[in-house]
């Protein structure tokens, strides 16, 4: 009998951020999936899940009232939001940034682009895990450039933005959201090229292409 596919794991988002806020974690939920994902396609092998949730509060956990909290914590961010990102190693999976409802506004232009800035620095940073250098193979290295690139053009946006001497016409923020909805478009497949790249590159590294599983905890 054939056997049954496995459910993909997924991640409770209102549940993990309830926890984030109930723990005051100063990393927003947005930029955290980008920071997780970063660290599982970083081409070190001894990444660990826990050290890089451990960095969300600047290298050391908050206080809990008790081990089935510490248990709480580990089970909602690693069990479930680390594991279920790690399906994006896969082609037929793509990874997606965050989806979100703004006002066609100065302050929803302000939102939007701080959101992809922070996802792009969270990508970045996990990626990197403050290694001096990285070696990273050919189109990862290329893309993970363009990413700086469109980093830096959504950082202009939203310093032009947040700057309430800057005249800002309603058709000007409305062109202006679009270009950033475009530039979130080519962060997303360049994202997804480094990931891709990486995953086959630790593949070949582990002398097992097309068989090893996806990095998981």
């Given at each position: 009998m054939p056997q049954a596919t496995r459910p993909p794991i997924t991640a409770d988002e209102k549940a993990i951020k309830a926890l984030l806020a109930a723990h005051?974690?100063?990393?927003?939920?947005?930029e955290i999936r980008t920071r997780f994902l970063?660290?599982?396609?970083?081409?070190?092998?001894?990444v660990s899940p826990f050290e890089v949730m451990k960095n969300l509060w600047g290298g050391q956990l908050p206080e809990f009232e008790s081990l089935d909290a510490v248990n709480?914590?580990?089970?909602?961010?690693?069990?479930g939001l680390w594991n279920?990102?790690?399906?994006?190693?896969k082609r037929s999976e793509p990874f997606r940034l965050v989806r979100t409802s703004v006002p066609e506004t100065r302050a929803g232009l302000i939102e939007?682009?701080?959101?992809r800035r922070q996802e792009l620095d969270g990508f970045i940073e996990g990626l990197i895990?403050?290694?001096d250098e990285l070696d990273l193979p050919t189109k990862a290295s290329s893309a993970l450039d363009t990413l700086?690139?469109?980093?830096?053009m959504i950082a202009g946006v939203h310093q032009v933005a947040s700057d309430a001497s800057k005249p800002a016409e309603l058709s000007d923020i409305g062109t202006t959201m679009k270009h950033v909805r475009e530039l979130t478009r080519i962060a997303e497949n360049e994202l997804n090229r480094v990931v891709l790249d990486c995953a086959r590159a630790r593949r070949q590294l582990m002398g097992s292409v097309g068989t090893a599983r996806p990095t998981r905890h």
């Open positions: 005051a974690c100063p990393v927003p939920f947005h970063g660290s599982i396609a970083s081409p070190g092998l001894s709480e914590l580990i089970g909602v961010l690693i069990n279920s990102l790690t399906r994006h190693q939007l682009a701080l959101i895990g403050g290694a700086g690139e469109v980093r830096a």
